[in-house]
């Protein structure tokens, strides 16, 4: 049985087949006919033709927020990509999803992991994951705190092998940055930018450093005269849309330290958060955390990837995942 972890994620999904490592990562997103519901382009062929395509064609994100919004261009995305890095033979496959996953959301990524041919499906929870994939010892008597912070969502947790203590999830992640990046910028420099353009202002110059001078020059369209326009922009142009968001999501990390057993905090105040997903690339972002949280914070050698090697991990051991997985 062919054994894979799948992180299915908002903005990108991740594919982790044991034997092999990480096999695949693309976007998470198809090119469809309006008309006819047509399936055009998958993954990054589709992300590339994004705020590009005429009235008749549209693209389609079937994972918003973490969750599972359109089953079927969902459950044809997931098969595509299965046929690019399996054969067709019986397939066992870990998703990795948020913390406190509700079981209609895990009910649509069966039905979706079925559809697409998968045999025995398992979900385990981002921040168990994110753990794995960064060496992290679990054990049932010393608890570790996880932030893991992506397109749609944050969750975070502090959890041993016996379970979670406590955790939460919120609909904030890199992809609120994002939007409020073209908002920020037409407000700020008459300019009106894609999403693409967004993304790559925040991955290249997005920063947590007040000081931090790095430029980026984007393309768009005059705000006032409707010709296309650029601009070049600082870190620090775009400090604000950045830093509301990262905020907003410390500030349900410390209500939820605040409300940590005794003995859990004093582990923590040991050990630290340990910091992944994407939007953990931001410059300046551990040590924004750390000051924030007044704790340690740790970065992850490679935050975009540690959930789906942490997923690869569980899902070849089949005792751990038996401890770790969500019933």
Same mark, same amino acid.
């Given at each position: 049985?062919?054994?894979?972890?799948?992180?299915?994620?908002?903005?990108?999904?991740?594919?982790?087949?044991?034997?092999?490592?990480?096999?695949?990562?693309?976007?998470?997103?198809?090119?469809?006919?309006?008309?006819?519901?047509?399936?055009?382009?998958? =993954?990054?062929?589709?992300?590339?033709?994004?705020?590009?395509?005429?009235?008749?064609?549209?693209?389609?994100?079937?994972?918003?927020? =973490?969750?599972?919004?359109?089953?079927?261009?969902?459950?044809?995305?997931?098969?595509?990509?299965?046929?690019?890095?399996?054969?067709?033979?019986?397939?066992?496959?870990?998703?990795?999803?948020?913390?406190?996953?509700?079981?209609?959301?895990?009910?649509?990524?069966?039905?979706?992991?079925?559809?697409?041919?998968?045999?025995?499906?398992?979900?385990?929870?981002?921040?168990? @994951?994110?753990?794995?994939?960064?060496?992290?010892?679990?054990?049932?008597?010393?608890?570790?705190?996880?932030?893991?912070?992506?397109? =749609?969502?944050?969750?975070?947790?502090?959890?041993?092998?016996?379970?979670?203590?406590?955790?939460?999830?919120?609909?904030?992640?890199?992809?609120?940055?994002?939007?409020?990046?073209?908002?920020?910028?037409?407000?700020?420099?008459?300019?009106?930018?894609?999403?693409?353009?967004?993304?790559?202002?925040?991955?290249?110059?997005?920063? @947590?450093?007040?000081?931090?001078?790095?430029?980026?020059?984007?393309?768009?369209?005059?705000?006032?005269?409707?010709?296309?326009?650029?601009?070049?922009?600082?870190?620090?142009?775009?400090?604000?849309?950045?830093?509301?968001?990262?905020?907003?999501?410390?500030?349900?990390?410390?209500?939820?330290?605040?409300?940590?057993?005794?003995?859990?905090?004093?582990?923590?105040?040991?050990?630290?958060?340990?910091?992944?997903?994407?939007?953990?690339?931001?410059?300046?972002?551990?040590?924004?955390?750390?000051?924030?949280?007044?704790?340690?914070?740790?970065?992850?050698?490679?935050?975009?990837?540690?959930?789906?090697?942490?997923?690869?991990?569980?899902?070849?051991?089949?005792?751990?995942?038996?401890?770790?997985?969500?019933?």
């Amino acid at each position: 049985m062919i054994k894979l972890a799948i992180d299915f994620g908002t903005a990108e999904t991740k594919i982790y087949r044991l034997g092999s490592g990480i096999v695949l990562a693309e976007a998470t997103c198809l090119s469809v006919q309006k008309d006819t519901g047509e399936i055009r382009s998958y =993954g990054d062929e589709a992300k590339r033709v994004l705020g590009k395509t005429s009235e008749f064609t549209e693209v389609v994100f079937p994972v918003y927020e =973490g969750d599972i919004v359109n089953e079927r261009y969902a459950g044809a995305l997931l098969e595509y990509y299965l046929d690019k890095v399996t054969s067709r033979s019986a397939i066992e496959a870990l998703f990795c999803v948020p913390c406190a996953c509700t079981l209609a959301s895990r009910e649509r990524y069966y039905r979706v992991a079925k559809a697409a041919g998968i045999s025995r499906v398992s979900f385990v929870e981002s921040p168990y @994951l994110a753990a794995l994939g960064q060496d992290i010892p679990l054990s049932e008597s010393n608890p570790v705190f996880v932030l893991d912070v992506g397109a =749609g969502k944050s969750s975070m947790a502090a959890f041993s092998l016996d379970g979670i203590i406590a955790g939460v999830t919120m609909n904030v992640g890199g992809g609120n940055i994002d939007r409020h990046i073209i908002d920020h910028v037409a407000e700020k420099f008459d300019l009106q930018i894609g999403a693409i353009s967004s993304e790559k202002l925040k991955n290249t110059v997005g920063s @947590l450093l007040e000081n931090d001078d790095r430029t980026c020059l984007v393309h768009g369209r005059d705000v006032k005269t409707g010709r296309p326009r650029s601009a070049s922009i600082s870190s620090g142009d775009i400090l604000f849309p950045v830093q509301v968001y990262i905020d907003k999501i410390l500030e349900y990390a410390d209500l939820l330290i605040k409300r940590l057993p005794e003995e859990v905090a004093a582990t923590l105040c040991k050990t630290g958060i340990s910091l992944s997903g994407g939007v953990c690339c931001l410059s300046g972002f551990a040590e924004y955390v750390g000051k924030k949280l007044q704790t340690e914070a740790h970065l992850a050698s490679d935050p975009v990837t540690c959930a789906v090697l942490g997923g690869g991990r569980a899902v070849g051991n089949a005792s751990l995942l038996h401890k770790i997985e969500m019933r």
